[in-house]
């Protein structure tokens, strides 16, 4: 609705508009609606936070699972990684015992034969070169000593050989058993993971328990919650059709008392703009026509086209009309709209209260408002933006003068 000067509220006070009585109950009904929107206000938000919170708790509980996921095939890798190392050392201890147990005969039996050879090759020598040295001559009994030697180098070279071979199987069996100490702490180290891992699964399932019950008891306070929002809907939306029904009768009375009072008081203001001037002594009835014709002229100046989305006919008129009458404001007005862009947006009441030098803003959305209204201390103009903005329509530069509406979009 468009401002009203201080004259204006004095003179319209003094006229009671009929269907003011059933104004006063719409009133009250309205209260009731803001009682029962406020006794619910915090439902909605409620039940806006609370899907948050239980996906925020399903995320921690996927995040769990998935760790108790992660932490059973760990620990039954680290099992079959056990179960392999003891079967491959058992392999080797076995191989290791066989091979030790092979060479330890070889080295005993090499031993007897040594012995038994060394003690019979000793008999027979001692036997021959008895036999020898009374039947034969004393060389081939130093040539059969000289074979017995050489037989005995060779048994005492195959000894040697068996005691290399069995130091090796030693110093391997050693290896083996230094294979087998790292295998074990390599499994106690497993079997100790895999024990912190069994009990941070434990307290995963008991934290999977405890979130599981609270999203149960999140979930039943979302069904009451939306269950009294819908109740809160249902009654809210009784109540505007009651008040619907009661304002259908006084609505139409104070559009038209509104739109009278608007066009009257551009009028007047007209007309005190006209007997303002040095040369505006005329009689009242030609002052009148010429205040009439003035404004006339000047809002058909502007070629401003009805676009049929905003209030353009009834109460903004008003205020355009309260500008256009003083020729200062009309000049500025006319200087601006000649020179802007097409397509943008302004506030109709920055241009007309700016200085010179002073930057117009441009109106970016439709939310947007001008320094002027967004000022602490508001201008009594009006407490929004009067948004107008240059079109063209068949070649011909118009403007679209409005506030937006309930129905529509904004300027």
Not at 72 to 88: H, L, S, Y
Not at 337 to 366: H, K, P
Not at 375 to 392: A, G, P, Q
Request: with cysteine; glycine share 4%; aromatic share 4%.
């Amino acid at each position: 609705m468009a401002p009203v000067s201080g004259d204006q509220e004095r003179s319209s006070t003094k006229v009671r508009v009929p269907g003011d009585t059933q104004a006063e109950g719409s009133h009250g009904t309205e209260i009731e609606v803001s009682r029962i929107l406020k006794r619910f206000e915090d439902a909605p938000k409620k039940a806006e936070e609370t899907p948050e919170k239980v996906m925020t708790l399903q995320k921690k509980l996927d995040l769990a699972e998935q760790d108790a996921k992660t932490a059973g095939i760990r620990a039954d890798e680290a099992a079959k990684r056990e179960t392999r190392n003891r079967a491959e050392h058992a392999k080797l201890l076995q191989e290791s015992d066989e091979q030790n147990k092979k060479l330890s005969r070889e080295h005993e039996k090499l031993q007897a034969e040594y012995k038994e050879m060394s003690e019979s090759k000793h008999k027979l020598f001692v036997e021959n070169m008895t036999r020898r040295i009374t039947n034969e001559s004393f060389a081939d009994a130093m040539k059969e000593f000289s074979i017995a030697t050489k037989e005995r180098t060779d048994l005492a070279e195959k000894l040697r050989q068996a005691e290399t071979a069995r130091g090796e199987a030693d110093n391997e069996l050693a290896r083996l058993k230094e294979t087998l100490t790292s295998i074990e702490a390599e499994r106690d180290l497993a079997k100790a993971e895999l024990d912190k891992v069994r009990e941070k699964l434990t307290s995963m399932e008991a934290a999977r328990d405890s979130v599981t019950t609270e999203l149960e008891g999140l979930r039943s306070t979302v069904a009451s919650i939306e269950v009294m929002r819908n109740s809160a809907i249902a009654e809210v939306d009784q109540r505007r059709e009651e008040l619907s029904s009661s304002q259908k009768d006084v609505s139409k009375e104070r559009l038209e008392v509104q739109g009278l009072t608007t066009v009257l008081n551009g009028l007047k203001t007209a007309v005190e703009a006209i007997k303002a001037r040095p040369n505006g002594t005329g009689s009242a009835e030609s002052d009148w026509q010429k205040a009439v014709e003035l404004l006339a002229s000047r809002l058909n100046a502007f070629n401003i086209f009805d676009d049929g989305r905003h209030l353009t006919h009834s109460s903004v008129i008003h205020e355009v009309g309260m500008a256009i009458v003083r020729d200062a404001e009309f000049d500025k007005l006319r200087r601006f709209v000649a020179t802007m862009e097409v397509n943008a947006t302004y506030c109709f009441w920055q241009v007309v209260e700016a200085e010179e030098g002073d930057e117009i803003i441009r109106l970016e959305s439709s939310k947007a408002t001008c320094p002027l209204h967004t000022m602490e201390k508001r201008l009594s103009k009006s407490d929004k933006c009067l948004r107008f903005k240059c079109i063209v329509r068949n070649g011909d530069r118009q403007l679209i003068v409005g506030r937006k509406t309930k129905q529509t979009t904004a300027v």
